[in-house]
T-cell receptor, first 112, second 115 residues
């Protein structure tokens, strides 16, 4: 079993929809959680960074962390075609802060 | 400014060539990373430098040789690569990495093809 599980999709939604992306993890030492967006053939772009449990909002993006369930989410409101990309969750903690453990990535397409 | 730059953007090299990838950041970050990413896979950590010293080597073959000339620069020297080493090579940086988790900022990557 992978330490971080992420549904690879693909996920296809109409423009304006609310998108929910999720990851589950098994390592209870993880404390730092990140979401990256990666366009085709580009480097990952940091979208959200959260520490421990709770919610964090930035514009159309909301990140949620539920440590008791070992579950993190990224919500995208009013999705746009420009949001079409691969979304990667990543996390670290315990004795390996510098080593990010990534999910497999979810491919999202927002069609006009 | 959260920019990490990488050169070259693309590189094609034969199995007997020697080449280098370069990475630069001007955010004052003290940790820098090399990752390798294959198509439809997440990035895989190769090396971590902290305060210009190699801190983590993820059992990477010796044909990959990292170098950190100063706190802003990171190089990856390539020699006698194999076709399976063809991938997107990503550089990243963060404020630190030992005492807690820090956000890592990635560069655009170098797309390497080994022929």
């Amino acid at each position: 079993q992978k330490e971080v599980e992420q549904d690879p999709g693909p996920l296809s939604v109409p423009e304006g929809a609310i998108v929910s992306l999720n990851c589950t993890y098994s390592n209870s030492a993880f404390q730092y959680f990140m979401w990256y967006r990666q366009y085709s053939r580009k480097g990952p772009e940091l979208l959200m960074y959260t520490y421990s449990s709770g919610n964090k909002e930035d514009g159309r993006f909301t990140a949620q962390v539920d440590k008791s369930s070992k579950y993190i989410s990224l919500f995208i409101r009013d999705s746009q075609p420009s949001d079409s990309a691969t979304y990667l969750c990543a996390m670290s903690g315990g004795t390996s802060y510098g080593k990010l453990t990534f999910g497999q990535g979810t491919i999202l397409t927002v069609h006009p | 400014d959260t920019e990490v730059t990488q050169t070259p953007k693309h590189l094609v090299m034969g199995m007997t060539n020697k080449k280098s990838l370069k990475c630069e950041q001007h955010m004052g970050h003290r940790a820098m990373y090399w990752y390798k990413q294959k198509a439809k896979k997440p990035p895989e950590l190769m090396f971590v430098y902290s305060y210009e010293k190699l801190s983590i080597n993820e059992s990477v073959p010796s044909r990959f040789s990292p170098e950190c000339p100063n706190s802003s620069l990171l190089n990856l020297h390539l020699h006698a690569l194999q076709p399976e080493d063809s991938a997107l090579y990503l550089c990243a940086s963060s404020q630190g990495y030992r005492d807690r988790g820090y956000e890592q900022y990635f560069g655009p990557g170098t797309r390497l093809t080994v022929t």
